[in-house]
């Protein structure tokens, strides 16, 4: 009977413990990570959007499809909305900055998984392809020329940038 | 659907796990010294993979997540792995000896390879629906056979060849990953092209 | 003089990655630059030293026929535990590293120390042992991300070198330079190392996880020795 009990409480006992730890260590980094993550979305918010003094988080319903987030700026330099779409490897995630014009003031690849070397000419920040939307609006974004080799993945980011300047002009109009 | 196809084909040869995600490189260098070990040690990569996906996606979603414990995947991931082994070969062995007899041995080799507990993390991380999952996992564990068998063919070409005494064993075969790896990269642009 | 020796012995002599070939896929996967393959490997040396120490002081207490299933439940736990506090202190390396953070659990070189050394020694042993193997195998990929970054990116640790930033071998960085590198640094070990390689093939033999993994490997090698 010992024999047969003993494995049992002893790994028992060892995943409790394990998971006591890992409890006690998720509480005290939890809000770390938090604060880290703030940080960095405000700083990309910032970078896409450099007029903005202060941005307040808008909660409009009926959103397009895509899109995650929506801030406006306080100063009414424009609006950041954070959007994703399909894209060949997986999710794209970008943030673009609106002006009050309608156009777009920058845009910045947040995360994605495209292939290295193939989608990220266009999803990588580094590529130059972003800075092509600078000053566009929809009509113009979508008529940025896509990526030979990377179609897929520049076709989901120039998506990506309708549906932020659709979302944009949404709230234009509810004027929350 | 074109989702799903583009899910499959990618995973087979674009992020194909073994040539350019470097998952599975124990069993991909140490049992494809053979054309028959290969094979059957990648039949058993399939199956656990998708049987492992099948179990941790819902665990993930249904259990994890609403109760706020997303920091316990990878301990829970492994445990339900390593269980899941355990149970499928006592099953084969009992229901399905013929089964059991040529898949048998490679299974306790899979707890350990990273290939089943990366599919099982990526697919999760990657937002897919419980179908788009099960789909990225045959692909991988296809993707994973497909490099399996072309490998053992380079590998037997290379036996009989003269090589330097440095590069003897382990260096060539590397050499030879990395020219099939190379090889692997000219399917880049093709699938991204094909849908589009 | 011993236990001194269970340090330095993973640094070269029986480096995990050069000379035991362990811990292939973090290898080659995280050393695309410097910085992720020190992240990577000091990640790797921590998670390497607390179960080395865990599982050597609770060796006596850990049932044989459930070792695996514990040690595989303590490393999950530390890997976990390291994955968080990079998530909370250096997001960064987080991001780069991705996946491959939390597949320290399954990297052989730490089940491999735990059943080979930890599991039979005392706790100061196995506690060095961790560190001088874990430092073997920053080193390594060190090393390998020296290569593939100077070469591939024209940079080291992100700072440009003049002429090859213009010069870039790009390949070196993707998965084929990968393999190319490690294939390459390896025949160094056996052209310049003191001693000669023991092992001719690569193959589970070598691996200290044979045991627990299974007989295929065996098999192999047996029909191989017959063919010969």
């Given at each position: 009977?010992?024999?047969?009990?003993?494995?049992?409480?002893?790994?028992?006992?060892?995943?409790?413990?394990?998971?006591?730890?890992?409890?006690?260590?998720?509480?005290?980094?939890?809000?770390?990570?938090?604060?880290?993550?703030?940080?960095?979305?405000?700083?990309?918010?910032?970078?896409?959007?450099?007029?903005?003094?202060?941005?307040?988080?808008?909660?409009?319903?009926?959103?397009?499809?895509?899109?995650?987030?929506?801030?406006?700026?306080?100063?009414?330099?424009?609006?950041?909305?954070?959007?994703?779409?399909?894209?060949?490897?997986?999710?794209?995630?970008?943030?673009?900055?609106?002006?009050?014009?309608?156009?777009?003031?920058?845009?910045?690849?947040?995360?994605?998984?495209?292939?290295?070397?193939?989608?990220?000419?266009?999803?990588?920040?580094?590529?130059?392809?972003?800075?092509?939307?600078?000053?566009?609006?929809?009509?113009?974004?979508?008529?940025?020329?896509?990526?030979?080799?990377?179609?897929?993945?520049?076709?989901?980011?120039?998506?990506?940038?309708?549906?932020?300047?659709?979302?944009?002009?949404?709230?234009?109009?509810?004027?929350? | 659907?074109?989702?799903?196809?583009?899910?499959?084909?990618?995973?087979?040869?674009?992020?194909?796990?073994?040539?350019?995600?470097?998952?599975?490189?124990?069993?991909?260098?140490?049992?494809?010294?053979?054309?028959?070990?290969?094979?059957?040690?990648?039949?058993?990569?399939?199956?656990?993979?998708?049987?492992?996906?099948?179990?941790?996606?819902?665990?993930?979603?249904?259990?994890?997540?609403p109760k706020d414990l997303g920091?316990?995947?990878?301990?829970?991931?492994?445990?339900?792995?390593?269980?899941?082994?355990?149970?499928?070969?006592?099953?084969?062995?009992?229901?399905?000896?013929?089964?059991?007899?040529?898949?048998?041995?490679?299974?306790?080799?899979?707890?350990?390879?990273?290939?089943?507990?990366?599919?099982?993390?990526?697919?999760?991380?990657?937002?897919?629906?419980?179908?788009?999952?099960?789909?990225?996992?045959?692909?991988?564990?296809?993707?994973?056979?497909?490099?399996?068998?072309?490998?053992?063919?380079?590998?037997?070409?290379?036996?009989?060849?003269?090589?330097?005494?440095?590069?003897?064993?382990?260096?060539?075969?590397?050499?030879?990953?990395?020219?099939?790896?190379?090889?692997?990269?000219?399917?880049?642009?093709?699938?991204?092209?094909?849908?589009? | 003089?011993?236990?001194?020796?269970?340090?330095?012995?993973?640094?070269?002599?029986?480096?995990?990655?050069?000379?035991?070939?362990?811990?292939t896929c973090p290898t080659l996967?995280?050393?695309?630059?410097?910085?992720?393959?020190?992240?990577?490997?000091?990640?790797?040396?921590?998670?390497?030293?607390?179960?080395?120490?865990?599982?050597?002081?609770?060796?006596?207490?850990?049932?044989?026929?459930?070792?695996?299933?514990?040690?595989?439940?303590?490393?999950?736990?530390?890997?976990?535990?390291?994955?968080?506090?990079?998530?909370?202190?250096?997001?960064?390396?987080?991001?780069?590293?991705?996946?491959?953070?939390?597949?320290?659990?399954?990297?052989?070189?730490?089940?491999?120390?735990?059943?080979?050394?930890?599991?039979?020694?005392?706790?100061?042993?196995?506690?060095?042992?961790?560190?001088?193997?874990?430092?073997?195998?920053?080193?390594?990929?060190?090393?390998?991300?020296?290569?593939?970054?100077?070469?591939?990116?024209?940079?080291?640790?992100?700072?440009?070198?003049?002429?090859?930033?213009?010069?870039?071998?790009?390949?070196?960085?993707?998965?084929?330079?990968?393999?190319?590198?490690?294939?390459?640094?390896?025949?160094?070990?056996?052209?310049?190392?003191?001693?000669?390689?023991?092992?001719?093939?690569?193959?589970?033999?070598?691996?200290?996880?044979?045991?627990?993994?299974g007989k295929v490997c065996a098999?192999?090698?047996?029909?191989?020795?017959?063919?010969?």
């Open positions: 009977m010992k024999e047969l009990l003993k494995p049992i409480i002893v790994l028992a006992s060892i995943c409790l413990v394990v998971t006591a730890m890992l409890a006690y260590v998720n509480q005290i980094t939890q809000s770390v990570i938090i604060k880290a993550e703030e940080q960095a979305a405000a700083a990309a918010r910032s970078e896409v959007l450099p007029d903005a003094e202060k941005f307040e988080k808008l909660d409009i319903s009926g959103m397009p499809e895509g899109v995650n987030e929506i801030y406006k700026a306080s100063n009414d330099a424009g609006y950041v909305v954070q959007v994703h779409t399909k894209g060949y490897g997986g999710d794209i995630k970008i943030i673009c900055g609106v002006g009050p014009d309608g156009r777009v003031k920058g845009v910045k690849t947040l995360s994605h998984s495209e292939t290295t070397g193939v989608g990220t000419k266009a999803v990588d920040n580094n590529s130059g392809y972003r800075d092509k939307f600078v000053g566009k609006d929809k009509q113009g974004a979508l008529a940025v020329d896509t990526i030979t080799g990377a179609t897929i993945s520049s076709t989901a980011y120039k998506k990506a940038v309708a549906i932020a300047l659709d979302a944009c002009k949404m709230a234009g109009e509810v004027k929350a | 659907m074109t989702n799903l196809i583009i899910i499959l084909l990618s995973a087979v040869f674009i992020n194909n796990y073994v040539l350019s995600k470097f998952l599975g490189i124990c069993p991909f260098l140490g049992v494809s010294k053979k054309l028959g070990s290969a094979v059957g040690m990648s039949l058993a990569v399939i199956f656990v993979m998708l049987i492992a996906t099948a179990v941790t996606w819902p665990i993930q979603k249904y259990l994890l997540d920091y316990l995947q990878t301990i829970v991931f492994i445990l339900v792995i390593a269980a899941l082994v355990q149970l499928v070969e006592i099953v084969l062995k009992r229901y399905v000896p013929s089964l059991h007899k040529s898949l048998g041995v490679y299974l306790p080799l899979i707890t350990t390879n990273c290939a089943v507990l990366g599919v099982t993390i990526l697919n999760i991380s990657e937002n897919y629906t419980f179908l788009e999952a099960m789909v990225n996992s045959l692909g991988s564990g296809l993707g994973f056979m497909l490099a399996m068998v072309m490998f053992s063919g380079v590998r037997s070409t290379i036996e009989g060849s003269d090589i330097p005494e440095s590069f003897r064993g382990l260096p060539i075969t590397l050499i030879a990953a990395a020219i099939t790896s190379l090889s692997f990269m000219g399917f880049g642009g093709v699938i991204e092209n094909l849908f589009s | 003089m011993r236990t001194l020796n269970n340090f330095t012995k993973g640094i070269i002599r029986e480096n995990p990655v050069l000379v035991l070939v362990l811990g996967a995280t050393s695309t630059s410097v910085i992720n393959a020190l992240g990577m490997g000091v990640a790797a040396t921590v998670v390497l030293l607390f179960s080395n120490i865990l599982i050597s002081a609770l060796r006596k207490v850990i049932p044989d026929k459930v070792r695996i299933p514990c040690y595989i439940v303590l490393i999950a736990g530390l890997v976990t535990a390291v994955q968080m506090l990079v998530k909370a202190y250096a997001p960064a390396l987080n991001d780069s590293l991705g996946i491959y953070l939390p597949l320290i659990v399954v990297n052989c070189i730490i089940l491999g120390r735990a059943e080979m050394f930890a599991s039979k020694n005392k706790v100061l042993a196995s506690a060095l042992d961790g560190l001088g193997m874990g430092i073997g195998f920053t080193l390594a990929l060190f090393l390998m991300a020296s290569v593939r970054e100077i070469f591939g990116n024209g940079t080291f640790c992100g700072m440009e070198i003049p002429f090859l930033v213009d010069n870039k071998i790009s390949i070196m960085t993707m998965a084929p330079g990968g393999f190319l590198v490690f294939g390459l640094l390896i025949a160094c070990v056996n052209k310049f190392g003191r001693h000669k390689p023991k092992k001719t093939d690569f193959g589970c033999e070598g691996c200290p996880q044979a045991d627990v993994c098999n192999d090698t047996k029909e191989a020795v017959k063919d010969d």
